[in-house]
């Protein structure tokens, strides 16, 4: 998992890097140490962006299982109060 | 453990980066020992330096997010939905700042206090995203508002720009006015200020019968004052001239950087605060007219910045599509929105900036722009794409869940005018691929290189655009996580 983020990551930071170079009508690998920077800095993003991503789903199950704790505190509570 | 020092820290320290650029821009500008410099692109880069350290700030200062915290008296709140609304103000306004520079020397433009407002502004708008309180909101709101009036006219040599600042000033006092006296109201009626006594008392007012008017009105005229500072029809005929006649660095900031803190703004006031059905009917009305009218209007216009007005005014009625369904997806599905629309905006303007050195001002001067930058023209033609809705790029995705949403809350007519008003759409961004591809100008003109930064925003924009479909997930776990901790 953390070697196929580096590669897409390092692939888009050099990616980014060429664009960039494009788009000013330069040659693409002009300046090649920015490309290194360019897939240095990739490659942490996206492991980074990966890690995020797997906490982000883990906090998100804490709060959808606060939301359904209250929701059965409300709507169940009130049933068995009712029952009584 | 929450440390309210680390909360607020990364506002005192914008606030303080502000006042500390401010003074160093009236000392050293007026300063015959260095021959009265132009400080413009150096506060510039200490600008987007505050911004980028407020960001990190903020990042390292956040405390367990799954739970709330309210500060200073209550008026502000911390949770999820601060947290990331304000990285993403910061992100947005760094974005902008990075577009500015080569417009300060290609026009000559050496005020710096155009950086400072703009850094003002964001303070602005990021007490705006946590306030919790109607008189803090709207303390936050003057804040941003005055200086976006004064940016707005910040190019004192073009007459534009003056019109533009002066209409600005206008409409914006107005829908200002309009916003305190909804306030005033609530608070007439109701006796409460803060979101969470406004909450008890106004959640299903409609249908226990506790209805009075001077609730009605308050909402209402509250409704109306942030329905006109997102320019959503038919409050948005402001927008147009001014996006026109400000400085193109200026209109990417107004295009890009309010909406995300107002929508932020409409939800705790709305979503939280009170949601019923006239409000409900408000915002669909709203949204269908937007979406109307930014497809037709723009097939109307020859300018590039009115064609972008009219697109944001569209994309704005799409936003609402989530707003209307008043639903946790629907709520997710307009963050989701919010951020695309904000990447294709910076996307879009910085090529405006770009291609603005060679003074392209009219769509038919962008004719042969495939032969003489065609990556740039494809850059462009992938915004344009984007912007329509098309497949496989992100502003589909944007589309496809918005009306998602709306589907899923039964609002079927709502999804089909969205539907209609993008194929509607498609007719004038593909005609600007058409002109750049297929056509040739006026007069043919010479192409300038962009600077670094513009190239690199571009680059990084454009393949988010691209790419976002193959790796969405934490967009959308984030934008869950933001639509819970406006309930929780």
Same mark, same amino acid.
């Given at each position: 998992m953390a070697l196929s983020a580096t590669m897409v990551g390092a692939l888009l930071g050099l990616g980014t890097q060429m664009y960039s170079n494009a788009l000013r009508k330069l040659?693409?690998?002009?300046?090649p140490w920015e490309h290194v920077v360019g897939m240095g800095l990739g490659a942490v993003f996206a492991n980074q962006l990966v890690k995020w991503d797997v906490k982000l789903k883990e906090d998100l199950e804490v709060m959808l299982d606060k939301a359904r704790a209250a929701n059965e505190r409300r709507y169940f509570g009130l049933a068995r109060c009712k029952s009584d | 453990m929450f440390n309210l020092f680390l909360a607020v820290f990364p506002e005192i320290f914008i606030i303080n980066a502000t006042f500390i650029l401010l003074i160093h821009g009236v000392v050293f500008s007026t300063s015959k020992k260095y021959d009265y410099p132009p400080l413009a692109s150096n506060v510039g880069w200490l600008g987007l330096l505050s911004v980028l350290i407020t960001l990190l700030l903020l990042a390292a200062g956040a405390?367990?997010?799954?739970i709330a915290h309210l500060f200073w008296n209550n008026l502000f709140r911390r949770d999820n939905f601060t947290y990331f609304c304000q990285i993403f103000l910061l992100l947005s306004t760094a974005g902008t700042i990075s577009m500015c520079f080569d417009f300060f020397d290609q026009e000559r433009f050496d005020a710096f206090e155009f950086i400072v407002l703009i850094l003002l502004s964001t303070c602005g708008m990021l007490f705006m995203i946590s306030a919790y309180d109607l008189i803090a909101m709207y303390l936050a709101i003057e804040l941003q508002s005055l200086c976006f009036y004064v940016i707005a006219a910040?190019?004192? &040599?073009s007459e534009f720009s003056t019109e533009a600042g002066l209409k600005y000033l206008i409409l914006g006092a107005f829908s200002s006015g309009i916003l305190l006296f909804g306030c005033s109201m609530i608070y007439g009626s109701t006796g409460a200020t803060h979101f969470d006594q406004l909450a008890k008392i106004l959640t299903g007012y409609e249908i226990t019968g506790a209805r009075s008017s001077g609730i009605f009105m308050g909402i209402l005229f509250i409704a109306v004052g942030f329905l006109f500072k997102i320019t959503a029809?038919?409050?948005?005929?402001?927008a147009p001239d001014i996006y026109e006649g400000s400085p193109t660095p200026v209109t990417a900031f107004l295009s890009i950087a309010p909406k995300i803190s107002i929508f932020a703004n409409i939800l705790r006031v709305f979503i939280y605060g009170s949601y019923g059905a006239t409000l409900q009917q408000i915002f669909f009305f709203c949204s269908i007219a937007s979406m109307i009218l930014g497809a037709l209007a723009a097939?109307?216009?020859? &300018?590039v910045k009115r064609l972008l007005a009219y697109s944001s005014i569209g994309h704005v009625g799409y936003i609402c599509i989530g707003f209307s369904c008043g639903t946790i997806e629907g709520i997710q599905s307009l963050l989701i929105g919010i951020f695309i629309y904000a990447l294709m905006t910076m996307d879009a303007f910085a090529i405006v900036l770009a291609l603005r050195q060679t003074r392209v001002k009219y769509i038919a001067d962008l004719g042969a722009l495939a032969k003489t930058n065609p990556i740039l023209a494809i850059t462009f033609s992938i915004t344009m794409f984007s912007y329509a809705g098309i497949p496989p790029l992100a502003g589909f995705c944007s589309k496809f869940y918005l009306f998602f949403a709306a589907l899923g809350c039964g609002a079927y007519f709502l999804a089909l005018v969205g539907v209609v008003t993008s194929v509607i759409g498609c007719f004038y961004y593909i005609r600007l691929v058409k002109r750049m591809f297929f056509d040739t100008p006026r007069t043919w003109i010479l192409y300038e290189p962009m600077d670094r930064n513009k190239s690199l925003l571009l680059a990084m924009t454009s393949f988010f655009i691209t790419l976002f479909l193959l790796y969405p997930s934490p967009l959308f776990s984030v934008t869950h996580q933001m639509a819970l901790s406006l309930y929780l």
């Open positions: 040659p693409y690998m002009r300046h | 405390p367990l997010l799954t910040s190019k004192r &040599k029809v038919p409050f948005h005929m402001w097939m109307a216009q020859t &300018k």
